[in-house]
């Protein structure tokens, strides 16, 4: 259902690997509701091509970027600007990746080399991005940006990892330059914690099948899909949505306020 609610709206989004990526989605909801957009990824998850794909269909550019390399984001940064003809109204961050998580590091037991690269890829992307954007002066006032986060950053999910701590930083940060930008340029910055969702990086997870059943049944409307976070992005990037910011909003079917479940419950009075 097609209602406009982006038209006339410049964007870039991030995260875009194929067609399981909740980025993906966004992009084709925010095409659907008349937004025009770059689409971004990093290098090396061009290679599998499939990308392309995404920009035929939506009519969009790729430009490739590592969300690490601060000049590979500025130059993304004025490239879309160039290609989109004036300044961004939405930026979706949705990019996560952890090299412990990857090679199965117990949490006690991180490498900090990769740790650092958790934090770096998964959270400073975030607020690299924001710099370059509040830095070129590259965003219209009441502009939207949203990152994407899960609820391990408020509480422990064993098999998260360092992707918990990654979170927490990337939460903290879409607060502070929430505050610096909305005083400077009436932007927004918010992050929407989203249900378990399957794609690459939540596959990568470990024990995700057994994870994904369990907050289904913890949460009072079942796990939101990835369509439905789509949905939430696009309102977010609306102007009906115009003085949230410096939140974290949860996308999560209720789960996050759920002590337990009926269904969840009865388990345990068998003996
Ligand atoms: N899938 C879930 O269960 C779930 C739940 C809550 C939040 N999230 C978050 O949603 C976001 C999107 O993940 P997804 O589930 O769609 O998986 P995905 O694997 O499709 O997307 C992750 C993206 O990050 C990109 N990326 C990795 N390193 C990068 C770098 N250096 N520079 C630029 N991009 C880089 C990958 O290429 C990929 O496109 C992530 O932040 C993830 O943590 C996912």
Same mark, same amino acid.
């Given at each position: 259902?097609a209602n406009?609610l982006l038209?006339?709206?410049?964007? $870039?989004?991030?995260? +875009?690997?194929?067609?399981?990526? !909740?980025?993906?989605?966004v =992009?084709?909801?925010?095409?659907?509701? /008349?937004?025009?957009?770059v689409l971004?990824?990093a290098?090396?998850?061009?290679?599998?091509?499939?990308i392309?794909?995404?920009?035929?269909k939506?009519n969009?550019?790729? $430009?490739?970027?590592? +969300?690490?390399n601060?000049?590979? !984001?500025?130059h993304l940064? =004025?490239?879309?600007?160039?290609?989109l /003809?004036?300044k961004?109204d939405?930026?979706l961050?949705?990019?996560?990746m952890?090299?412990?998580v990857?090679?199965?590091k117990?949490?006690t037991?991180?490498?900090?080399?990769?740790y650092?690269q958790?934090?770096?890829?998964?959270?400073?992307?975030l607020?690299k991005?924001?710099?370059?954007?509040?830095k070129q002066?590259?965003?219209?006032e009441?502009?939207?940006?949203?990152a994407?986060?899960y609820i391990?950053?408020q509480r422990?999910?064993p098999?998260?990892?360092?992707?918990?701590?990654?979170?927490?930083l990337?939460?903290?940060?879409?607060?502070?330059?929430?505050?610096?930008y909305?005083i400077?340029k009436?932007?927004r910055v918010?992050?929407i914690s989203?249900?378990?969702?399957v794609t690459?990086?939540g596959?990568g997870?470990?024990?995700?099948?057994?994870?994904?059943?369990f907050?289904?049944?913890?949460s009072?409307l079942?796990?939101?899909?990835?369509?439905?976070c789509?949905?939430?992005?696009?309102?977010?990037?609306?102007?009906?949505?115009?003085y949230?910011?410096?939140?974290n909003?949860?996308?999560?079917?209720?789960f996050?306020?759920?002590g337990?479940t009926q269904?969840?419950?009865?388990r345990?009075?068998?003996?």
């Amino acid at each position: 259902m097609a209602n406009n609610l982006l038209k006339g709206k410049r964007g $870039i989004i991030f995260g +875009a690997l194929n067609d399981q990526s !909740i980025a993906w989605k966004v =992009a084709e909801r925010a095409h659907e509701e /008349g937004a025009v957009f770059v689409l971004t990824n990093a290098p090396i998850a061009m290679r599998m091509g499939e990308i392309n794909n995404l920009a035929t269909k939506t009519n969009s550019q790729v $430009i490739p970027a590592d +969300a690490t390399n601060v000049e590979e !984001i500025d130059h993304l940064v =004025a490239q879309s600007m160039e290609i989109l /003809g004036g300044k961004i109204d939405f930026v979706l961050h949705s990019i996560g990746m952890s090299p412990n998580v990857r090679k199965g590091k117990h949490y006690t037991e991180s490498n900090y080399g990769y740790y650092n690269q958790t934090m770096d890829v998964s959270a400073m992307s975030l607020h690299k991005t924001l710099a370059s954007l509040y830095k070129q002066d590259a965003m219209n006032e009441w502009g939207s940006v949203v990152a994407l986060s899960y609820i391990a950053a408020q509480r422990i999910f064993p098999d998260y990892n360092d992707m918990a701590d990654a979170k927490s930083l990337l939460e903290s940060i879409a607060r502070s330059f929430g505050y610096h930008y909305g005083i400077k340029k009436k932007v927004r910055v918010n992050t929407i914690s989203q249900s378990p969702t399957v794609t690459t990086a939540g596959q990568g997870i470990k024990g995700f099948k057994e994870f994904i059943n369990f907050s289904e049944q913890m949460s009072p409307l079942g796990n939101a899909s990835g369509l439905a976070c789509a949905d939430y992005c696009v309102s977010m990037f609306s102007d009906l949505t115009r003085y949230v910011t410096m939140q974290n909003l949860f996308h999560d079917g209720g789960f996050s306020n759920t002590g337990v479940t009926q269904g969840v419950i009865e388990r345990f009075g068998e003996e």
